[in-house]
């Protein structure tokens, strides 16, 4: 198993110690695995995203996950994986965000902008510069995600909801080619439970 060690650490925002009833925004660690299964098994039907994710992790896929916390409990969930665009020379390495989760008590608080704009500083400092993500536009556009700047892009998920964000210079052509547990989740094709991590 591959473990990709995230610098998250250093690049947050200076954040004061966790207190009751505050939400505490972390880099994902090797401890959160179950938690986050159990978060995204509640948020989406079926267990596609918690076997997409451990595909991801188990894969060295990872590029950034972001964890937000309430006193030890994982209660919001981010994950941006390494997408490859293709056809150029040579081929461009950029992000896709997916999936991203807040438990239903605690939506409405602002925990998933928190993680998408905390998710977009770390994946700047880090030298990242495109961001895809396959989802809604009514949420994702208010971060700058949208469809405009997909359009030459050739992509399988080629719709309206598919959109991206750039942070710095990158390609507005190529394919897109998504890590294999995205392959595999449309496959169907779960990972046996000695393989998680
Ligand atoms: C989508 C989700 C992550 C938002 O989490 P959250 O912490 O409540 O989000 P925030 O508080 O930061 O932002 C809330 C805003 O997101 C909007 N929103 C929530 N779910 C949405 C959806 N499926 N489509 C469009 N907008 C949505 C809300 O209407 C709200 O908009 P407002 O600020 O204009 O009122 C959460 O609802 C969730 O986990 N849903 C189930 C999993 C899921 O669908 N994930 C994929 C997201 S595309």
């Given at each position: ?23 505490a ?9 179950q ?6 098994e ?23 996950s ?24 040579p ?9 991203l ?27 990242e ?16 995600y ?19 964000l750039?942070?710095?210079a990158?390609p ?26």
């Amino acid at each position: 198993m591959t473990w990709i060690k995230q610098p998250t650490e250093k690049l947050f925002s200076a954040e004061p110690e966790p207190r009751a009833g505050y939400v505490a925004f972390r880099g994902e660690e090797r401890r959160d695995a179950q938690q986050i299964r159990d978060l995204l098994e509640a948020s989406f039907p079926g267990f596609g995203e918690a076997l997409l994710v451990d595909r991801l992790r188990h894969d060295g896929d990872m590029v950034l996950s972001l964890v937000a916390e309430d006193q030890g409990i994982v209660v919001g969930y981010i994950v941006f994986s390494r997408l490859i665009i293709e056809g150029l020379e040579p081929a461009f390495r950029a992000v896709a965000l997916a999936p991203l989760a807040v438990y239903t008590e605690y939506q409405q608080q602002g925990i998933a902008t928190r993680l998408v704009q905390e998710g977009h500083a770390c994946l700047a400092a880090l030298g990242e510069t495109l961001s895809v993500v396959l989802g809604e536009p009514h949420f994702y556009g208010r971060f700058g995600y949208s469809n405009r700047r997909v359009a030459r892009f050739e992509s399988e998920y080629q719709s309206p909801y598919l959109m991206a964000l750039s942070f710095g210079a990158a390609p507005a052509e190529g394919r897109l080619v998504y890590p294999p547990a995205f392959k595999a989740l449309s496959e169907n094709a779960p990972l046996q439970a000695d393989d998680r991590v």
